[in-house]
């Protein structure tokens, strides 16, 4: 298994040059994550705002409305991972996922830097979208542009709480994704984990697990209350399941970063042409 340090010199020139060779990976990572922030702002508005007819036929039902919500984002996911360009990027669509996959040595550093650029790029760009087609349906008090922030219980909980659920995502995904059995389901998988922890999760952290995803929507609502904490818990909680996992699991080798899950080979999504970013040089 390569490891990452291989490509930590990564300066100006390789960064202009992974650009230009890979630059529709980027852009597939921006729309991915572009698309999950709108479907997300979208559904926030239709089951939280006061005037949705939606709302009205759920009013004491919040429970239901984030069940619902999290159904809907399963399916907005399993989308962003099996669409052709979800298989060309990978469909991290989050630096976490992103900066785990790096320690595992699947990406070249540079990738990986452009990676998380175009995902808050993305996340920023959707989040603005919404501000301005949405207006004043975005910015209610009840919808608060359908940002992530602690709740009553205090920046610690929603801290330890994001750090739980992170470290669950991630050593679930590398399972599945190290299972010949399971990659091809990787994305189903973790869709049907972010649904559950939308229903359970979300009254504790807001449930982000996305540090870009965050903060597009912070930014929107000039509001960083607690911002810092999906900054680190995520990220951390990542890259320890991922250092644990590589400690302990000596079965089947990870084919690629690829969410949908592949090979190297036959199988892989990318054409005999393309070099692909998953896989650092020899």
Not at 50 to 56: A, E, L, R, T, Y
Not at 128 to 141: E, F, T, W
Request: net charge negative; with cysteine.
């Amino acid at each position: 298994m390569h490891e990452p340090s291989q490509a930590v010199t990564t300066g100006p020139g390789q960064l202009v040059a992974a650009w230009r060779r890979h630059w529709p990976h980027y852009l597939a990572e921006a729309l991915g994550l572009a698309f999950f922030v709108v479907s997300a702002s979208l559904m926030t508005v239709l089951l939280e705002h006061p005037s949705s007819v939606v709302h009205q036929a759920l009013p004491d039902s919040e429970v239901v409305r984030r069940g619902v919500l999290g159904a809907v984002m399963w399916l907005v996911l399993a989308a962003i991972v099996y669409n052709p360009w979800g298989k060309r990027s990978g469909a991290h669509i989050n630096p976490a996922v992103t900066l785990a996959f790096w320690q595992l040595g699947k990406m070249r550093t540079a990738d990986a830097v452009w990676y998380v650029l175009a995902q808050i790029a993305g996340a920023i760009a959707a989040a603005q979208l919404m501000s301005v087609v949405l207006g004043a349906l975005y910015a209610h008090p009840d919808v608060k542009y359908a940002v992530t922030q602690p709740k009553p219980g205090g920046e610690l909980l929603a801290f330890a709480a994001e750090f739980v659920i992170s470290f669950v995502l991630m050593s679930v995904l590398l399972t599945a994704l190290h299972s010949s059995k399971l990659k091809e389901a990787a994305g189903w998988i973790l869709g049907g984990l972010v649904a559950f922890y939308i229903l359970v999760e979300t009254p504790y952290s807001g449930m982000s697990l996305n540090p870009a995803r965050s903060l597009g929507t912070a930014i929107a609502a000039g509001n960083y209350q607690g911002l810092w904490l999906y900054w680190v818990a995520p990220p951390l909680a990542m890259w320890l399941a991922t250092v644990l996992f590589r400690r302990f699991y000596h079965g089947e080798a990870l084919d690629c970063a690829v969410l949908a899950g592949c090979g190297p080979g036959t199988s892989s999504p990318h054409s005999p042409d393309e070099e692909p970013p998953q896989y650092p040089d020899e």
